[in-house]
C-alpha cells in the first residue's frame, strides 16, 4: 500500500484569515478539536469514509501527515507539500524519531465478582497516571518529569517488541494533560507525551506496517505520528 507524507500550513490570506479564532483557538482542547476537523476537511471525500491518516501539529499553523491518500487541496490550506512516503530501511537501521503520544496500557479492573465472572476484564490506563498515583498528592509534581521518563521508557520497550524495533534512547520533552468536551455532557482527559530519542529496526515490515498505523490511542486528535530520519 502507497503511503503519502505531507506538510501542511494553514492559509493565512482572506477569507481563511477571518476564521483564525475557530480554526486555530487559542484553548489548548478546542484547539485538537478544531485541528480535528480541519485535518478532515483534506480527506473528507466520502461519507463514512474511516479514518486513514495520522498528523501532528507543529505550530505556527503548520501540521505533518501520514496518509494512504494524497490531501485535497481546499481554501484552509496553502498548496499541500506531499511526497509518496516508501523508506527503505533494513534490520540494524538506527533512526532519530520524535514521537507525540497518548501511551496507555491494559489494567485489570478491580472487581468483587467472581474470577469467572470478570475474567478478561480490564481498562487502558494513562502510564504516567498510573505511576503517579502511588505518589502521595502533595509529592507528585516533584515526582512527575522523573515519573515520566521511566513510564515512556518502558512503553516505549513494550511498543518495539511487538512493532520491529528496539528503542536505544528515549527522552521527554514533556508530559500534559488533554481535555476535550468540557462543555458537553461527557467529556474526554487523556495524558500527552512528547518523546524523542533514537530506536533501532528489528523488523523492517513489522516496523513500517506500525508506522502507518500509528502508536498509542488518541491518534484522531494528533497523536500517533512517529517522525522519523536516520541517525547520524
Not at 110 to 118: F, G, Q, T, W, Y
Amino acid at each position: 500500500m502507497s503511503l503519502y507524507f505531507s506538510r501542511l500550513t494553514l492559509n493565512r490570506y482572506a477569507p481563511t484569515r477571518a476564521l483564525a479564532t475557530l480554526i486555530d483557538p487559542a484553548d489548548e482542547g478546542d484547539r485538537a478539536d478544531a485541528h480535528h476537523k480541519l485535518i478532515w476537511t483534506l480527506f473528507g471525500d466520502a461519507k463514512d469514509r474511516p479514518r486513514d491518516f495520522l498528523w501532528r501539529a507543529d505550530g505556527r499553523g503548520r501540521f505533518y501527515v501520514l496518509s494512504a491518500r494524497a490531501p485535497i487541496a481546499n481554501d484552509l490550506f496553502s498548496p499541500p507539500e506531499t511526497k509518496v512516503f516508501e523508506p527503505r530501511l533494513a534490520t540494524g537501521d538506527k533512526l532519530d524519531f520524535t514521537l507525540r503520544a497518548n501511551a496507555t496500557r491494559d489494567r485489570a479492573e478491580v472487581s468483587r465478582k467472581p474470577a469467572e465472572a470478570r475474567r478478561g476484564q480490564s481498562r487502558r490506563v494513562d502510564v504516567v497516571m498510573d505511576l503517579l498515583k502511588a505518589v502521595p498528592p502533595d509529592a507528585r509534581a516533584a515526582e512527575r518529569a522523573g515519573l515520566a521518563q521511566v513510564a515512556a521508557q518502558e512503553w516505549m520497550d513494550r511498543q518495539g517488541a511487538i512493532r520491529g524495533f528496539a528503542a536505544r534512547a528515549v527522552t521527554v520533552g514533556g508530559y500534559r494533560t488533554l481535555e476535550l468536551g468540557r462543555t458537553r455532557r461527557r467529556g474526554m482527559t487523556f495524558g500527552i507525551l512528547d518523546l524523542a530519542g533514537q530506536i533501532e529496526v528489528i523488523d523492517p515490515d513489522t516496523f513500517l506496517a506500525a508506522l502507518a498505523a500509528g502508536f498509542g490511542r488518541a491518534k484522531a486528535w494528533g497523536c500517533g505520528l512517529m517522525l522519523i530520519r536516520r541517525a547520524r
